[in-house]
């Protein structure tokens, strides 16, 4: 059993910067995923970012690239994602994935404000 633990919300004014961790007790095999998903009120969770857990290959939403950066420490089971420029429109709860072969597992949400 995979449990994921997310680290790292918080209030942070525009153009602040926070890191989001996610860290994953069990095995992650090399074939698994990690993702980053937000949803903010009213609206449906969305996608945000992910990661290859072996190569480390990146994908972001139109929305946060070139401002989030996802890295990953496979010693720590850990992934990151570091958030620049932040704007408002980035306040969310901010939910970690873990996909594993056919499998899904979610963290608990961590949140994050953007105002001023």
């Known amino acids: 059993q995979v449990q994921l633990v997310e680290s790292g919300g918080g209030l942070v004014q525009p153009g602040g910067s926070l890191r989001l961790s996610c860290a994953a007790s069990?095995?992650?095999?090399?074939?698994?995923?990690m993702g980053w998903y937000r949803q903010a009120p009213g609206k449906e969770r969305e996608f945000v970012a992910l990661?290859?857990?072996?190569?480390?290959?990146?994908n972001y939403a139109d929305s946060v690239k070139g401002r989030f950066i996802f890295s990953r420490d496979n010693a720590k089971n850990t992934g990151y994602l570091q958030m620049n420029s932040l704007k408002s429109e980035d306040t969310a709860v901010y939910y970690c994935?873990?996909?594993?072969?056919?499998?899904?597992?979610w963290g608990q949400g961590t949140q994050v404000t953007v105002s001023s």
């Open positions: 990661i290859n857990w072996s190569g480390g290959t990146t």
């Open positions: 069990g095995n992650i095999f090399s074939g698994s995923v």
């Open positions: 994935r873990l996909g594993i072969l056919t499998r899904a597992y």
